[in-house]
């Protein structure tokens, strides 16, 4: 079997997709775990030409953009639904193909702790950060 | 505030988390499609093979049952998935309609929308081709002289398509890249006959050179100076078709020049046809070494002379008593993957000797390893003393 990798972007015109990325996992609340859709994660902020913050409730997060030493590709596979050949192949003989939809390049890396935010208090915490090591900074 | 936030929808994209400019700001949402997206995966390749890819010159090959290898046109690479606890949040650049429409609403923040988190990525890491499966597919159904012969082909043909493979089918089944599997054909002398491609099978490989070293003879012609046209024609005439034919000198004679009045001119190599006959007179087994050299000198053609070290990597020796016995054991019919090579190796002798084993390794390639890594990995070596010829023995 022989799956196509293919680009229909064209040549160097495959769009560049970015990524944000933290340690441990971002949980939203549990009202909202199953429609996680449109909600906010955090607001994302450049403060200088080096610096990022990424605030998620009540935690900051400090992070820096980073070149990746390789490209990743994003890959979405594509089921051929021939009609034709449908009726006559079974399951196994389904044409899969690949399409690059985009490049990645960059990432947004937070690789700190995230900092508690005391100075900004809201009433109602939305999501919070969780981290796989114990204890918060501050 | 919350519930503002979470109408917003999708409108900047990737494009504006990687312009965000100092002193800016942005919302991260999740996107109004976020999901698992199993159907989208990320796959870490070198610089170098982006315009492969591009170019829509990669293929990912493999049966369901194997572990599916990525090959561009030249390399195999096999795909491992590399997972992470981090979160990879992957947004996607920005649908462009999306935000025309939102743009009018300028009292919003842009938003860029997560459309899913990725657990990992794929690497690739080079593999070697597999090219065993070639062999054992070719092998299955090899072309004969009695297929060859065959004129009437009509329904007999519907049976033998059984082991009956065109490039496209090796392609779909072989995991190599489209150059590993062409020079594996070439390497298992492999023809195209109708469209499918065949190994000869040995009796009739035999039967034509046989027949050309016959030829040479009747019409006084030299080894080093064959006349392509006049070979072709001189076999076919003796019921070899053109291809078979051709194939014949590919295998046991190299082109030495392109044009003497008008035609090709080809040598026939020594080495290869005294091979031949040696591995058709071990065929049945065994022989004692004089036995072999007598009947090996009187078959080979007068002209060319047969010399033991020919058979490196060919056939092996033992003493029985004050005898030694020949027999054949070809590097061509071992497996290629190193473990398995050794495994068969040391089934077939516990220690070995430097230079007997080197014709039957010095073929085997992995990469990233080198051939003293592969022989260190595979292989205990004892050097008795410090003059003494280094013995290889099972790990």
């Known amino acids: ?138 | 505030m919350d519930m503002e936030h979470r109408r917003l929808g999708s409108t900047g994209g990737a494009e504006a988390v990687l312009g965000l400019q100092p002193n800016s700001t942005m919302s991260i949402a999740y996107h109004s499609l976020f999901d698992s997206h199993n159907d989208i995966t990320l796959l870490e390749i070198d610089e170098k093979l982006v315009p492969d890819i591009l170019q829509q010159r990669v293929t990912i090959r493999g049966q369901p049952d194997e572990d599916a290898v990525l090959c561009t046109q030249s390399k195999t690479y096999a795909l491992k998935f590399v997972g992470t606890s981090n979160s990879v949040f992957l947004i996607p650049p920005s649908d462009k309609a999306v935000e025309e429409c939102n743009e009018k609403d300028d009292m919003t923040i842009p938003v860029a929308s997560v459309i899913k988190v990725a657990p990992g990525s794929m690497e690739l890491v080079e593999v070697a081709p597999k090219l065993d499966k070639l062999k054992f597919l070719l092998s299955q159904n090899p072309y004969s002289f009695v297929e060859a012969s065959d004129m009437d082909i009509s329904h007999e043909r519907e049976k033998m398509n059984t082991g009956l493979y065109r490039w496209d089918d090796l392609a779909d089944k072989v995991q190599a890249s489209n150059e590993e599997l062409r020079s594996g054909l070439q390497a298992l002398l492999a023809v195209e006959i109708d469209g499918y491609w065949r190994v000869l099978d040995d009796k009739y490989m035999d039967m034509i050179l046989n027949m050309l070293l016959h030829d040479v003879i009747l019409n006084d012609w030299s080894f080093n100076a064959l006349n392509e046209d006049e070979v072709l024609r001189a076999l076919e005439t003796d019921g070899f078709p053109c291809n078979i034919a051709m194939h014949c000198l590919k295998v046991y004679g190299n082109k030495v020049e392109e044009h003497i009045g008008g035609s090709c001119m080809w040598r026939l190599e020594e080495r290869r046809v005294c091979v031949h006959f040696a591995r058709e007179i071990l065929k049945n087994g065994k022989m004692k070494m004089e036995t072999f050299m007598a009947e090996w000198i009187r078959k080979v053609p007068d002209g060319m002379h047969a010399s033991f070290d020919m058979l490196e990597g060919e056939v092996l020796t033992e003493k029985l008593g004050i005898e030694t016995l020949v027999y054949y054991f070809s590097v061509s019919s071992l497996p290629s993957t190193p473990a398995e090579r050794f495994n068969i190796l040391f089934q077939e002798r516990q220690k070995w000797e430097w230079k007997d084993l080197q014709p039957y390794v010095r073929d085997l390639r992995v990469p990233g390893l080198s051939s003293e890594a592969i022989l260190l990995k595979y292989t205990r070596r004892t050097q008795p003393t410090v003059d003494a010829e280094p013995v290889f023995s099972a790990r």
């Open chain 1, 1 to 138: 079997m022989q799956i196509q990798v293919k680009c229909s972007c064209g040549e160097g015109d495959c769009p560049e997709w970015a990524i944000l990325e933290l340690q441990g996992t971002v949980e939203a609340q549990p009202s909202f775990q199953n429609s996680l859709q449109n909600l906010q994660i955090g607001i994302l902020c450049r403060q200088s030409q080096e610096n990022y913050t990424f605030s998620v409730g009540y935690h900051e997060l400090t992070g820096t953009k980073v070149k990746l030493k390789k490209p990743m590709l994003v890959l979405k596979k594509i089921k051929l639904q021939n009609e034709e050949e449908m009726g006559e192949r079974d399951v196994n003989s389904l044409r899969v193909e690949l399409d690059v939809i985009g490049i990645i390049r960059h990432k947004i890396l937070f690789k700190t702790r995230p900092k508690a935010l005391i100075s900004k208090p809201q009433p109602a915490v939305k999501e919070k950060v969780t981290q796989p090591s114990s204890t918060v900074p501050n």
